[in-house]
């Protein structure tokens, strides 16, 4: 079946999206105190069975599974984008730079007065680099995911080659990650910018080492697209998909999980051991697993249930960093200090299901088209543009 036409929306993808939502918050509101050393939460000595139990699902079934899944619906969502921008305008490339500066400025203002683990900065820079392929068709475009997910294994080996054992981490470490619990949990908003925007300038340089890996991601989602799959739920790749998550993914999603679970304490704040290095690269593919399964299993209630939230995400991922600080940090309720890791859990949960109805409320009751942000990015990015305009389908 051919590719989905500009403008048609489809609701089981944005209901993938809001499914991606909840696992990005599962793991963001365990660093949130912390900052950006510590992945995936911290583990005393004294943490419950519960607690334990937590930790390893979140370092084995959600931590680096979902984000992935983000970056290729950003590929299908760039595919279509793109295809609609060559109907309205004679230079789409200008166009859609204009919309990724948009979300490379509000990864800055995020990362540094929200939440320091920002990753649309990433995905704005990743996005540009789509650019050079859209002109392709869909073999092209399969060829160049293949050579960047082949770039994406060499890169890994060769950093994980030059980076040697890691260490745990050293008493100065240590005393900084407790000075940073002590000012997220306890300070005042204004005290606290300068340790999150301190912390979020590390994190970006960590964030570009995933750039290959994401740029393979939104390739194979743009794929997606072009090769009809989206609107194929039978064909052929979503069973090879769930087969590469099952046998590749979900052994090393295993192995990592358990990995990090044995070494959180002697990690400190759960710092990635190196020898989970590899574990964690290929238990990525646990998220192609995921992908197709809810894309051809998902209940209808699921799909709409979730798909308001999907249709909003960059508002919800800030008001996911808003709750986190409302509820965990100095400024807000300052919950944070109080709750055991699998309570932390539980919290995020409760704040997904309330950002599920007000996705539903914005976009159902209120009859709203958009979440605020997103109709804030869809004016800078068709400013000057008239919807249906016959101007000429070359690509600038």
Not at 9 to 18: E, K, M, Y
Not at 228 to 239: C, F, I, Q, S, Y
């Amino acid at each position: 079946m051919p590719p989905s036409a500009p403008g048609v929306r489809d609701d089981r993808i944005d209901a993938l999206r809001g499914f991606a939502l909840l696992g990005i918050l599962l793991v963001n509101i365990q660093s949130f105190l912390y900052g950006a050393t510590n992945p995936i939460g911290y583990l005393t000595p004294a943490a419950s069975a519960a607690d334990r139990a937590a930790f390893f699902a979140t370092a084995a079934f959600i931590n680096v599974k979902f984000m992935p899944l983000f970056a290729m619906l950003f590929g299908v969502g760039f595919s279509l984008l793109y295809a609609k921008l060559l109907t309205l305008t004679s230079t789409p490339k200008k166009v859609y730079r204009r919309r990724m500066a948009f979300l490379f400025v509000f990864g800055l203002v995020h990362g540094i007065f929200f939440y320091f683990g920002d990753i649309t900065q990433m995905y704005a820079v990743a996005g540009l680099v789509l650019l050079i392929y859209v002109e392709r068709n869909a073999a092209g475009v399969a060829r160049a995911a293949r050579n960047w997910w082949l770039g994406t294994g060499l890169f890994t080996v060769l950093v994980y080659l030059l980076a040697g054992p890691a260490a745990t981490l050293t008493s100065a470490d240590l005393e900084e990650m407790q000075r940073n619990f002590a000012i997220f949990s306890g300070a005042r908003y204004l005290d606290q910018l300068r340790t999150r925007a301190g912390e979020f300038g590390e994190l970006i340089a960590g964030n570009f080492f995933g750039l290959p890996l994401t740029v393979a991601l939104m390739l194979t989602g743009m794929l997606a697209h072009r090769a009809g799959w989206l609107t194929d739920r039978n064909a052929r790749v979503w069973r090879s998909a769930r087969v590469i998550g099952l046998l590749v993914g979900l052994p090393a999603a295993i192995v990592y999980g358990w990995q990090m679970l044995f070494n959180a304490e002697s990690y400190g704040l759960a710092m990635t051991p190196h020898a989970s290095t590899l574990p964690m690269m290929f238990s990525v593919a646990l998220a192609l697993f995921y992908a197709s399964a809810f894309m051809q299993w998902a209940p209808r209630s699921w799909v709409t249930a979730l798909a308001p939230a999907g249709r909003m995400p960059l508002s919800n991922y800030l008001l996911q960093s808003i709750a986190m600080g409302a509820l965990l940090s100095g400024w807000g309720l300052a919950l944070g200090p109080q709750l055991s890791y699998w309570q932390t859990s539980a919290v995020a949960l409760m704040v997904f299901v309330v950002q599920v109805l007000i996705s539903r409320l914005w976009l159902g009751a209120l009859q709203m088209k958009q979440g605020p942000l997103e109709a804030l990015w869809r004016a800078w990015t068709y400013h000057g543009l008239q919807e249906g305009s016959t101007e000429s389908r070359t690509a600038g």
